[in-house]
């Protein structure tokens, strides 16, 4: 069952009834100021950082759910009745209802009462600021007399404390309003410098900002007292819940329609220039009043519209494909992008999107974000990589997060999750070879943020490899530590405590629990690092690595293999996990897609036999479970990934995030039709039609579907902001539809299914466009590459010079 439809001409899905299974939301802006907004409108904003510089408040698990948002309420003046046109919070039977989630924009419409009303929320580039531009249409063929009333709730700016130390902020909201521009300063008297404000193009009726005097006593969001009797207070928020409301009076004549602006924004002062007059407590708005002129103007809303999508469109062109599969066109020339972007801007911040404010950027997180959108934004990849390169530790280890709006590594979420440097060779390598940018490697750069600790970039990656080798286990794998990829997977923590996190619980190194899934990791990196020193004409650096690659490789030979699939670790005891000898957690996805994208088990059957494992007891129709089977019960020695009941996240979920490490596994052990399939059981677009059952949105990918032990098998949960976006994005382009950027060109090596006759594709690389025509003329992945009409050796189309138009023709059979 669908609740709404692709258009894809538009980059755009359609929502058309309110009541979808889950809030289906997309995500406003694309630099420093954000929004989560859903289908009926509901989400929240902040600036940069969704815990620490929130603006407006939230609740997620409320009833019902997904409460505070954008709203506007209208109220018809004849008959008295209100709703709110998009659904939410009044919750009326609107006469027809649309939500278009576009690329960084959101359009809500719906009829009541022969009243249109469509309102487009967006943040334009370049600034810190949404609009909300609502169009109101009499379809009567009378007058309308009408109210209009915005509604947010403020945060008191660091969400946490906002939702829990009340003793304080009961006491600490304070606002402003000034020509019908309502701002929020709560804490500007101290020690912050930034205010947020609510403007409104119209002239108002009134307004309010305390809560209590809108909705009155006891009422909620969806029968506020001053809409119901056309009437506001006028109300200055002291102390409380600070609020923004704005009333509007418009009497429109039949078939007349009247735009409205509402912008919500942030703005910073310097600190010595935060009072006018200055020895006052009043907001200096000499340098904010510009901008809220600027963007009441309709027309710079409908410039800065257009920008908007034209940014889009320039990004997304990049690379545009075209396959005989509907779904994979949509999701890799629109959607699968736009979600990588969007987990690269906000990490795992704003997420999950319920709350927002739980952690900063992941230090692996973002490595891997990274994979899905250095072609889009290869200046802000670069400064990415700095950054996180920055926090780490001279060590080689790294801090597992750090906060956007400091950029420090903090340990907040726990430390000593072994994997981490490693996936900070695998971005920059992504990095040089989608731009070439050679130099980054030599830039200096600090660990800890500490000045004086200087060294280049390179030197970064080669501590991260050094970090693994100076932690080698009995077996000579390397020491899994608080954890790997897998979070949840613990064989070193032994946590008794109810409700102690298990990611900051003391961690009883035992000095052997080791990581098979480490090691693949560790041999891919060291791959990339020795083909970066052979560049760089580094020999000696080359050598090492390699050694250091080959030993790991033998180690996971000797003792990672478990007779028909890789093992996943060896616990505390030095007991394997992940074995048929197991009673439970027999065979687990990681290290199989690992090892394999290491090119282990290539020459002697092992990664065939594990893929054929990972087929017979892994696959279910909604995608690859992460383990089998599940545990039943929780185990001290395992920790957090025995927690959850069967069936669930790390516990025999589909964790999303793991299947394109199969998907391209099975492309370089040759099997296009596999990979595909394992594509499309996964591909939010197919996974439409079961929006009852998968219950997520269907242009986006979501972090776990619900694996067979469950009930509630195949639906998904906690979509959005996910590593599933990118690995997605790198399995389809660079591996199924084989477009690969390498060190020295494009390489051209498709492992698409058997039945497809072909495709064509565009991609900018390196300041030329590559037009690709890739046809099908028999059954294998065997290719012919003709470029410019002319026949060339292997799969790598050497770098052209600049700005040129190149022809690839590409032959299978
Ligand atoms: C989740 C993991 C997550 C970890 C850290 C766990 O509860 O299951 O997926 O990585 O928390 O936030
Ligand atoms: C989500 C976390 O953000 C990610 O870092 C981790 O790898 C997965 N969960 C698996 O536990």
Request: hydrophobic share 35%.
């Amino acid at each position: 069952m669908r609740y709404g439809r692709f258009d894809d001409t538009n980059r755009e899905y359609i929502i058309t009834r309110p009541d979808t299974p889950l809030p289906w939301v997309n995500y406003l802006g694309t630099e420093a100021f954000f929004g989560i907004i859903s289908n009926t409108a509901g989400g929240y904003s902040f600036y940069r950082d969704a815990r620490l510089r929130r603006l407006t408040r939230y609740r997620y698990n409320n009833v019902p759910m997904d409460v505070g948002g954008r709203y506007i309420y209208l109220r018809d003046a004849a008959s008295g009745e209100f709703w709110s046109p998009s659904w939410q919070p009044t919750r009326c039977n609107l006469e027809s209802y649309v939500c278009r989630h576009g690329l960084s924009y959101t359009i809500i419409g719906s009829t009541y009462l022969g009243i249109a009303a469509q309102t487009c929320y967006f943040v334009p580039l370049g600034e810190n600021l949404e609009i909300w531009q609502a169009t109101i249409t009499n379809l009567r063929e009378t007058a309308a007399s009408l109210s209009v009333f915005s509604a947010i709730e403020f945060a008191l700016w660091d969400a946490w404390d906002d939702a829990t130390n009340y003793q304080r902020n009961l006491s600490t909201g304070e606002v402003e309003i000034e020509d019908g521009v309502i701002y929020h300063k709560t804490e500007y008297r101290e020690r912050r410098d930034h205010f947020a404000y609510f403007a409104c193009s119209e002239p108002l009726v009134g307004f309010d900002t305390q809560r209590e005097a809108f909705l009155g006593p006891y009422a909620g969001w969806d029968r506020p007292q001053a809409v119901e009797r056309d009437q506001m207070s006028n109300s200055i928020a002291h102390g409380w819940f600070p609020i923004g409301s704005h009333h509007v009076r418009l009497v429109l004549p039949p078939g007349e329609s009247h735009s409205i602006i509402f912008l919500l924004g942030y703005h910073q002062n310097p600190p010595d220039q935060k009072f006018d007059p200055p020895h006052s407590q009043t907001i200096n708005k000499v340098t904010v009043r510009p901008i809220i002129s600027r963007y009441l103007d309709p027309h710079h809303v409908q410039a800065a519209f257009n920008a908007l999508r034209a940014r889009w469109s320039e990004l997304l062109n990049v690379i545009q494909v075209e396959t005989p599969d509907e779904h994979t066109n949509r999701m890799v020339n629109i959607w699968n992008a736009y979600q990588c972007m969007v987990t690269f801007n906000l990490s795992r911040s704003a997420s999950m999107f319920e709350a927002g404010v739980s952690r900063g950027i992941g230090f692996r997180d973002s490595n891997q974000d990274l994979l899905g959108c250095v072609h889009m934004m290869p200046e802000r990849a670069r400064e990415r990589i700095l950054d996180i390169a920055t926090t780490q530790i001279e060590d080689g280890g790294a801090y597992h997060q750090y906060q956007p709006l400091t950029k420090r590594g903090n340990d907040a979420i726990g430390s000593n999750f072994n994997d981490d440097p490693l996936w900070l060779v695998l971005s920059v390598a992504a990095y040089l070879k989608e731009t070439g940018d050679w130099a980054i490697l030599d830039v200096p750069v600090q660990f800890e943020n500490r000045p004086g600790t200087e060294a280049p970039l390179y030197e970064h990656l080669r501590r991260s490899l050094r970090y693994t080798l100076a932690r080698l286990g009995p077996h000579g794998l390397p020491l899994i530590g608080r954890a790997d990829w897998n979070d949840c997977l613990n064989l070193n923590t032994f946590s008794e405590e109810p409700g102690e996190s298990f990611q900051t619980a003391a961690n009883r190194e035992s000095g052997i629990a080791e990581s098979i899934f480490i090691a693949g990791l560790f041999v891919l990196a060291a791959k990339e690092l020795a083909q970066i020193a052979t560049h760089r004409g580094n020999s000696a650096d080359r050598e090492w690595i390699l050694e250091a690659s080959n030993e790991m490789a033998r180690a996971v030979a000797s003792y990672g293999w478990d007779g028909e699939w890789f093992l996943r670790a060896y616990d505390a005891f030095g007991e394997p996990i992940g074995s048929h000898r197991c009673e439970e957690g027999q065979i687990f996805i990681e290290p199989q897609g690992m090892c394999l994208m290491a090119g282990l088990g290539l020459d002697d059957g092992r990664a065939a036999q594990a893929l054929r494992s990972v087929h017979d007891r892994l696959a279910t129709p909604h995608g690859i479970i992460l383990q089998q089977p599940a545990y039943s019960r929780y185990y001290l020695h395992l920790g957090e990934i025995s927690s959850y009941p069967p069936g669930f996240k790390e516990n025999a979920g589909i964790f999303c995030h793991t299947n394109p490490w199969i998907m391209i596994a099975e492309t370089i052990a040759g099997s296009g039709d596999r990979a595909f399939d394992y594509y499309q059981r996964l591909n939010p677009s197919v996974r439409e039609s079961i929006s009852e059952i998968h219950r997520c949105e269907p242009y986006v990918y979501a972090q776990m579907v619900a694996g067979r032990d469950a009930p509630s098998h195949g639906e998904a949960k906690n979509s959005w902001l996910t590593g599933t976006a990118a690995w997605n994005y790198v399995a389809i382009t660079q591996w199924i539809l084989g477009i690969r950027p390498t060190y020295d060109g494009l390489e051209i090596a498709p492992a698409i299914p058997s039945n497809w006759a072909g495709f064509t594709a565009r991609r900018t690389f390196r300041g030329a466009t590559y037009r690709i025509v890739v046809v099908r003329d028999g059954p294998g992945n065997a290719i012919s590459l003709t470029v410019n009409g002319q026949p060339i050796e292997g799969t790598v189309v050497c770098l052209p010079p600049q700005n040129q138009e190149i022809e690839i023709k590409a032959v299978l059979r």
